[in-house]
């Protein structure tokens, strides 16, 4: 946070208050004890970048260009905190390999699939990737 407050840099400052804020208001939810492991910051930095990614698609949507460029500047930000994103075929070979797993043959059992594929691939894809993919796949 200094260094990018020395350097003036509102974009990532803005992010870190958020990312700090989050840290604080986890770490003093009940049965918390102050203290917070690596899954549940994970968890709240996920929650962080779905919201920008909504946020961003709304502004959009409405063209304010404005308010969609400090969305992506957060991302950008909050995204060197989280794991390597997987791309889009290591997602849907993740997701085949499942498939052949779980012996799921139609899109009716997609459900057994994502409950699978959600757990697996938790941090590493979105939700929103993995269930397109898996609605690809059994559809064909």
């Given at each position: 946070?200094?260094?990018?407050?020395?350097?003036?840099?509102?974009?990532?400052?803005?992010?870190?208050?958020?990312?700090?804020?989050?840290?604080?208001?986890?770490?003093?939810?009940?049965?918390?004890?102050?203290?917070?492991?690596?899954?549940?910051?994970?968890?709240f930095?996920?929650?962080?970048?779905?919201?920008?990614r909504?946020?961003?698609?709304?502004?959009?949507?409405?063209?304010?260009?404005?308010?969609?460029?400090?969305?992506?500047?957060?991302?950008?930000?909050?995204?060197?905190?989280?794991?390597?994103?997987?791309?889009?075929?290591?997602?849907?070979?993740?997701?085949?390999?499942?498939i052949?797993?779980t012996?799921?043959?139609?899109?009716?059992?997609?459900?057994?699939?994502?409950g699978?594929?959600?757990?697996?691939?938790?941090?590493?894809?979105?939700?929103?990737?993995?269930?397109?993919?898996?609605?690809?796949?059994?559809?064909?």
């Open positions: 946070m200094k260094d990018a407050m020395k350097a003036k840099n509102e974009a990532v400052l803005r992010s870190l208050r958020a990312i700090k804020a989050e840290i604080i208001k986890a770490k003093t939810d009940p049965g918390a004890g102050g203290v917070i492991d690596e899954a549940t910051e994970q968890k930095l996920q929650k962080m970048m779905k919201q920008r909504d946020s961003l698609e709304i502004f959009e949507k409405q063209g304010r260009a404005d308010l969609a460029v400090k969305e992506k500047e957060e991302m950008t930000v909050i995204e060197r905190f989280l794991p390597k994103q997987m791309g889009l075929d290591e997602i849907r070979a993740a997701v085949t390999k499942i052949g797993e012996g799921v043959a139609s899109a009716a059992d997609m459900g057994k699939v994502m699978v594929a959600s757990k697996r691939l938790a941090g590493l894809a979105d939700g929103k990737t993995i269930s397109a993919i898996v609605k690809e796949l059994l559809i064909k």
